[in-house]
């Protein structure tokens, strides 16, 4: 098993450039979650997923959208891109009330 | 709002050394909590979960302790070995919700 795979690794964009991030899982997991972590301010919340075709806000949710069409994947999207949005974005995905599981993270850097 | 605390925000021990890493949460009004570890430049690496009706757990080296009524959190880890150093992050999940809400960490270093 693969697990929970984010893709890129790596972007740099220009200040107003859009971009999608994708979170793939192999687990069956009916939950899914974006996060983003800054020095100094740790993991936070963007958006997470409780189910196919369902979307919720978390704790930092401006500027970002998402998308889950499929129960497998869970799309980030970033329609006009700012410096204040350079950060590493995490996906992770669980059962119900279970723990978390991680991806490897995408280090995205805005210009 | 729930605030999580970790104490030290890094620690350095030779090795062979047992140790614990602390965790405080401020609302004793949670569904569980979990320790990870995150090596530099990569994700989280889940090492343990505990229900809140849970005292600890265990897996290998590591033991994970919960008071949910002084709101703490500890992780023991036994004879500590190079390939230990990372940061622990402990998040809290709150009752009725989706967010883990993480401690800023604990970064770990032991020397050889």
């Known amino acids: 098993n693969a697990g929970v795979t984010q893709t890129p690794k790596f972007r740099v964009l220009k200040t107003g450039q859009s971009m999608t991030l994708l979170c793939a899982q192999d687990?069956?997991?009916?939950?899914m979650y974006w996060y983003r972590q800054d020095p100094g301010m740790g993991l936070r919340l963007i958006h997470y997923s409780v189910g196919e075709g369902t979307t919720a806000k978390g704790e930092v949710p401006d500027g970002y959208n998402v998308s889950r069409l499929k129960k497998q994947n869970f799309l980030l999207g970033l329609e006009s891109a700012a410096p204040s949005q350079t950060s590493v974005y995490f996906c992770a995905s669980s059962y119900p009330g279970n723990e978390q599981f991680f991806g490897p993270g995408t280090r995205l850097t805005v210009l | 709002k729930q605030e999580v605390t970790q104490i030290p925000a890094a620690l350095s021990v030779p090795e062979g050394e047992n140790l614990v890493l602390n965790c405080s949460f401020t609302d004793s009004a949670i569904y569980n909590l979990q320790w990870f570890r995150q090596d530099p430049g990569k994700g989280l690496t889940s090492l343990l979960l505990?229900?809140?009706?849970?005292r600890e757990q265990t897996s290998g080296r590591l033991n994970a302790s919960l008071d949910k009524s002084s709101g703490r959190s500890t992780l023991y880890i036994a004879a500590s070995q190079p390939g230990d150093s990372a940061t622990y992050l402990c998040a809290v999940r709150i009752q009725g919700a989706q967010k883990l809400v993480f401690g800023q960490g604990t970064r770990l270093t032991i020397n050889p």
């Open positions: 687990m069956n997991h009916e939950y």
């Open positions: 505990i229900q809140s009706s849970q």
